[in-house]
Nanobody, 124 residues
Framework: QVQLVESGGGLVQAGGSLRLACATP????????MGWFRQAPGKEREFVAT????????YYAGSVKGRFTISRDNAKNTVYLQMNSLKPEDTAVYYC?????????????????WGQGTQVTVSS
């Protein structure tokens, strides 16, 4: 069982920035692509960003492209989501997820390990 632990969420004003982190305590990422998803109240969980095992390939949802950046440090077993120019519509619980295989993917069902989520609230 892979445990994913998110951190970095909080309350920020519109236009501000936050950096989320996702770590796997006591376990090494093993040729695993990673993703960030989010779920707002009353809405389905949606894809935000994904990164391949070596970090060479990234994909973003259209709504965050140009504002969010996903990255990873495999030596630290940590994946990051830098969120800039935040908008009230970015308010959601953000989840880190891991899938089998090295290829980045926007497809939620491919992700088999999930963190507990971290709340991001953007005030107007």
């Amino acid at each position: 069982q892979v445990q994913l632990v998110e951190s970095g969420g909080g309350l920020v004003q519109a236009g501000g920035s936050l950096r989320l982190a996702c770590a796997t305590p006591g376990r090494t990422f093993s040729e695993t692509a990673m993703g960030w998803f989010r779920q707002a109240p009353g809405k389905e969980r949606e894809f935000v960003a994904t990164i391949s095992w070596r970090g060479r390939t990234t994909y973003y949802a259209g709504s965050v492209k140009g504002r969010f950046t996903i990255s990873r440090d495999n030596a630290k077993n940590t994946v990051y989501l830098q969120m800039n120019s935040l908008k009230p519509e970015d308010t959601a619980v953000y989840y880190c997820a891991a899938k089998k295989g090295v290829l980045a993917s926007t497809n939620l069902p491919e992700y088999i390990y999930w963190g507990q989520g971290t709340q991001v609230t953007v005030s107007s």
